[in-house]
């Protein structure tokens, strides 16, 4: 048996935001592609839990690639992550952090992705915020020029707008896809 290594929450946000994005039908679908359409009956809850294994989460992304292509899961991931990126804050997971002075702020939720994932690390260099994670399910098995992973982007333009910060963005610097190590995300003003 493959080993429960992401959080319930995980797959729960996912599902939740990309309803919200493509309505329950939408959501059916791709669900049903990935062979999981077990989840509209049980839903997981929003516990760090371990429920899934990473062939799961796979398995939803291989569905949004196989059916919409990259370019099109690329556009509607980043929406769908921004979608993704209400709920935490929704439910006031960060509201001990809203007195903190901005940078603090930002920095502070952006460190909750390994938290709740359970993958990579967000450290600062120099003046950037990082977020490095080497253990991308997304981008497995897929060969790109460009950065693929705008999930993760989504999410953290989310967060970076609920910190108050409104010259900066999320942008993938490195992606497995281009034959990276890891997909490395950085907080960096906006063009």
């Not at 839903?43 to 796979?58: N, Q, V």
């Not at 690329?74 to 952090?97: K, Q, S, T």
């Amino acid at each position: 048996m493959t080993e429960k290594s992401v959080a319930n929450v995980v797959i729960r946000v996912t599902l939740d935001a990309t309803e919200d994005v493509m309505g329950k039908n939408g959501m059916k679908a791709l669900m049903n592609y990935a062979g999981m359409s077990h989840l509209f009956e049980n839903m997981p809850d929003y516990s760090p839990e371990k429920g899934f294994t990473d062939d799961d989460l796979k398995a939803i992304d291989q569905s949004f690639l196989k059916i919409l292509g990259i370019s099109g899961t690329m556009a509607l991931y980043r929406v769908i992550g921004r979608a993704a990126g209400r709920y935490p804050i929704e439910l006031g997971i960060f509201d001990g952090f809203k007195s903190l002075p901005t940078d603090e702020k930002l920095l502070k939720v952006i460190e909750q992705i390994p938290i709740f994932t359970g993958r990579g690390t967000v450290f600062m260099e120099e003046d950037t915020i990082v977020y490095d994670n080497p253990l991308c399910a997304f981008c497995e098995r897929q060969e790109s020029t460009k950065p693929i992973c705008s999930f993760v982007s989504g999410l953290m333009d989310e967060f970076i707008a609920w910190s108050g910060k409104k010259d900066l963005r999320a942008v993938e610097t490195r992606c497995k896809a281009m034959d990276s190590d890891s997909c490395r995300y950085e907080i960096l003003p906006k063009e």
